[in-house]
Structures are given as structure tokens and as C-alpha cells.
């Protein structure tokens, strides 16, 4: 992709989308949840057949326009609204019985080609990181948070060892003066982590992980959103999520298990148990991953994880034990700034 093409021009490729219509086979029709609109590529591949309808979401203003666009040709077929997809039940009827919700996690080339955003390491505009609908940005994040609770999001959020050392760095530098752009906050955590020697990565990629995610509530919007999709699903109706991240995955690989037919069955061999809560049938407990030529085509697809349920005609009846799991994300996402 090149980088001096205008944003409008810049295209997200759909991630997985072979495997993804395979599974929901939209070619028999059907009404489909598109919680991460995007560029709209899970969408329009949907449309293109026939019988099919598509209610999408998305967050971010900037897709708005692909959207109206997307409506425009197809009036009866298409509707958008614009919302956290933990607001999912705010925005469908519940009689509507889709054939399958899906989440294609993270953030879209829109995104993160977006200077003005600041999700990318040598962004010169204002550090906001936010998808859209948010409560703050990341420049409060990393100028106004007190440094213990910043060392903590950065350790827990972006899965970063030195998270205090660089929070330390940090308090520092917002000291003098302060930190406005991504380009001066990865050069700051880049001085803070000097001995680091991994040269795939920039040495600031766990800390902005770990700020994005707080910025955004990533991993409240995702707990919430199986929970509130599971009880828009009936029998036979399908959950995709496609993540990008090992914190989110964590999160979709919990989820079905608690809440599956493959709960607590450490070996294939052995029997399967029962499960009262199991709301989802899943064939395996392995995610499916992009193929090779996926991969080359498309480098970003690299880390993408795709997990999938079938609803069962089990009633919801919802177990706290999942949300447990992971009460410290959902109390650290949680602080006011
Ligand atoms: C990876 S992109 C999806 C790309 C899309 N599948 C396509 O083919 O163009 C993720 C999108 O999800 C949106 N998103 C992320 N978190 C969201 C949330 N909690 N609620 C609504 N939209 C969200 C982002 O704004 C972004 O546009």
C-alpha cells in the first residue's frame, strides 16, 4: 500500500474472508451482523448474494461514507449504524434471528494509515489512538494518568515486562513538557527499553497495544459482545471472531470453552461431559489461521485467529465464571482519568 495515497484511496483487504463465507454460507440466503463494518469487505462480499441481508456497525466516523455508499445500492439489503458493538442489543431487534454475527477485531488500514490518529509509531499529528465514541484519548492517557496505574496498563494491556520502567521514562519526560505526538512517545519508551535488541518489532509496540486498548475499552467491548451476541442467536445461528491479538484471543478461546460443548475436555478420547451453559457447538478447539498465500499477500493478516461457535437451542443462561476470568482487565479499563 502506498503511503502518500490519499486515505479514501487506501483499501483494507478482509482478513480471512475465504473461511469466513465458507462457514456462514451466505449463498443460501440469510440475514447477517457485521459488527466491524470497516471498509465494509465482510459486508459487500456478503451482498453479493441475492437472499442475503446485512445490519453492520461500526464505531468509527471515517466509514460512515463507505456505508451510505454500501446503502445506496443496496436499499432494502444494507443498514449501518454507527455504535460500540457492545451496544449490539440497543440496535437489533431481537426477533431478528441473524444467521451469524461476526467480529473482525482491531483496527482497519483506515485506521492505522491515519496520521491525524496517531496509532502508528511515526505519527507527527495528536496522540488520540481513538477509534471513535471514546472518553479519552491517548495523549490523557500518557500525560495525565498517575504513573503506577500507566506502569499497570502497559504491563497488563500490552503484555510489556518493563512496563514500569517505561511509565518511569514517562513521568520524566511529561515533567518538562508535554508528550503530544505517537513519534515522541515511541522515541521516549524507545529510550526506556534500550537494551532491547528484538529487530522485527519496534520496541514500542506493546505500549501503544496496551494504550490503544485502553483508549478504547477493547477488551470490555469484547466481553460484552459475546455476551450480548449469544443471546441475539438462535439455534443454528453462528459466531465468528476473527482476533488479532494474544489478550483477545485469550478472551474468544475462554469464552467458547466455558460456554461449549468441548468444556473441561482435556482429552479427545475421554467422553464428552455435559455442560448446562453450553450455548455454542464448536467442531474444534483450535482456531483456523490464514494460509500462506493469505500471509504474502497480505502481511497484516499474519496474526489472525479465527474462532467460531454454533449457537445451541440451549436457553441463555449466562456464567459469571467467564467474566471472572478476566475481572482484571474489565477493573483497569474501568479507571476514570
Ligand atoms: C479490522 S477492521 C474491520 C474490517 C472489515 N472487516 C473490512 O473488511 O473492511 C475493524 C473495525 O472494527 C471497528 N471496531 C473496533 N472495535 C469496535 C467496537 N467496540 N464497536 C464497533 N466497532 C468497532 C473499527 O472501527 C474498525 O473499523
Redesign the pocket.
Known amino acids: 500500500m502506498n503511503a502518500t495515497m490519499p486515505l479514501e484511496k487506501k483499501v483494507?483487504?478482509?482478513?480471512m474472508?475465504d473461511q469466513v463465507l465458507s462457514i456462514i454460507s451466505p449463498q443460501h440466503g440469510g440475514t447477517f451482523i457485521?459488527?466491524?463494518?470497516?471498509?465494509?469487505?465482510?459486508?459487500?462480499a456478503i451482498l453479493k448474494y441475492p437472499k442475503t441481508k446485512v445490519f453492520a456497525?461500526?464505531?468509527?466516523k471515517?466509514?460512515e461514507k463507505?456505508a451510505i455508499s454500501l446503502s445506496k445500492k443496496f436499499p432494502k439489503r444494507f443498514s449501518f449504524v454507527r455504535?460500540?458493538?457492545?451496544?449490539l442489543n440497543k440496535n437489533i431487534n431481537p426477533n431478528l434471528n441473524p444467521k451469524a454475527i461476526?467480529?473482525?477485531?482491531?483496527?482497519?488500514s483506515?485506521?492505522l494509515l491515519d496520521t491525524e490518529r496517531g496509532f502508528s509509531f511515526n505519527s507527527k499529528n495528536s496522540l488520540s489512538m481513538e477509534?471513535?465514541?471514546n472518553k479519552c484519548s491517548a495523549y490523557d492517557v500518557v500525560n495525565n494518568i498517575d504513573k503506577k496505574i500507566l506502569a499497570n496498563i502497559i504491563k497488563v494491556l500490552g503484555e510489556e515486562k518493563d512496563g514500569k520502567k517505561i511509565a518511569n521514562k514517562i513521568e520524566i519526560c511529561r515533567k518538562k513538557k508535554p508528550i503530544k505526538t505517537s513519534k515522541e512517545l515511541a522515541q521516549i519508551i524507545k529510550i526506556a527499553k534500550k537494551n532491547y535488541i528484538n529487530f522485527k518489532k519496534n520496541p514500542a509496540t506493546k505500549t501503544f497495544q496496551a494504550i490503544r486498548i485502553f483508549v478504547?475499552?477493547?477488551l470490555t467491548?469484547?466481553i460484552l459482545?459475546l455476551i450480548e451476541a449469544s443471546k441475539l442467536l438462535s439455534e443454528g445461528g453462528i459466531l465468528i471472531v476473527?482476533s488479532?491479538h494474544s489478550l483477545e484471543d485469550k478472551i474468544v478461546k475462554s469464552f467458547f470453552n466455558f460456554h461449549s460443548n468441548l468444556k473441561g475436555n482435556s482429552s479427545r478420547y475421554l467422553p464428552v461431559k455435559e455442560n448446562i451453559n453450553e450455548l455454542f457447538k464448536l467442531t474444534s478447539k483450535k482456531p483456523l489461521t490464514p494460509n500462506e498465500k493469505e500471509i504474502e499477500n497480505n502481511i497484516n493478516s499474519r496474526s489472525a485467529k479465527l474462532r467460531y461457535g454454533v449457537r445451541t437451542n440451549k436457553s441463555f443462561l449466562y456464567s459469571k465464571e467467564f467474566e471472572k476470568k478476566f475481572k482484571n482487565f474489565l477493573k483497569i479499563e474501568e479507571t476514570r482519568l
Open positions: 483494507h483487504y478482509p482478513v474472508l457485521d459488527c466491524t463494518f470497516g471498509q465494509g469487505g465482510y459486508s459487500k456497525l461500526d464505531r468509527d471515517l466509514v463507505y455504535d460500540k458493538f457492545s451496544n461476526i467480529l473482525d477485531l482491531g483496527l482497519s483506515l485506521q477509534m471513535g465514541i478504547n475499552r477493547e467491548e469484547l459482545v476473527v488479532f
